[in-house]
């Protein structure tokens, strides 16, 4: 009997995510579509200030790597002129601290904190039986900025991610019916990783693969970890989404954590990123609502 109990639960807090159970219960299930009124366009900020802060974050962590971007800069000779005079101002304001004018190499965490002031992470979540969660490690969060980015495969309807989705929990549904499969593991990461390849040009990669891993590249890329809400703990962050523009720099793809299933797909790729509902302080834990009003 309470093996029976603890199943209904579990299925209970799955099923939502269940693609083959959301078919057949859309239009009587209300619950599984979040609910958006028009007006807000499900917008907390406007997509160009998270167009800024992802350039803001890119730029710094291309900087921060300036020396493994060789191949990438040899086709870009414009861009390397940029990037060189963004590199010397750099070094310049450094130059009193410092007595020699070699680059130093920060870890991804510390480029996030030096750019946007806080760094986020994993690790065990303060709810009870809830697994891995995501803390704000270090720093100060204001209210409406982006903190987070929900990684993994974006497929549009119709395209097939029945077997990606049985007992996967990382699968987040769009308002237009968009699913992104944020799952690191088995069949999941196997078709990321093969869209992601897929799609390199020559030395240009199209999406970023590390998410995929413990140590990822783009330090903003462990949305999906990030815990629904509770009785005790409120939301304190909103799933937002948002289309890349076409005028994304080429070069800055290598840390976008998305990748579309379809490779002829000629639509903006979708991203979500999570955006504060309030002011977040060093320590506390982010929470979300899966099915988030916004008014």
Known sequence: AAM???????????????VPWLALNLRRQRRTL??????????????????ETLLKIFKALFINDFNRQADILALLPEVKYQYLELLTVEQKSKVNSCHHQSQHVFSPEEVLFNTLGFTVSRDQSSLVSAGTGV??????????????????????KHEPILFQSLGNPFIFRCIDGILIDGNDKGLSRSVYRSCSRRDQLGPFQMSDESWLTATPQNPLAVGQ??????HEKAANVCYQEFDVPGHFPVELKQYLPNIVYSHDIESHLRCVVLVTLRDIKQGEELFSNYYTVVS
Do not use: H
């Open 4 to 18: 029976l109990r603890e199943l209904r639960r579990r299925w209970g807090s799955y099923k939502y995510r269940f």
């Open 34 to 51: 979040r609910y958006v009124p028009e007006s807000s366009q499900d917008k907390i900020i406007a997509d160009e200030d998270v167009f």
């Open 135 to 156: 803390f704000v490690t270090k720093g100060f969060v204001p209210k409406g900025t982006v903190v987070s980015m929900y990684p993994g495969t974006v497929y549009r």
């Open 225 to 230: 970890y990030v815990n629904n809400c509770s």
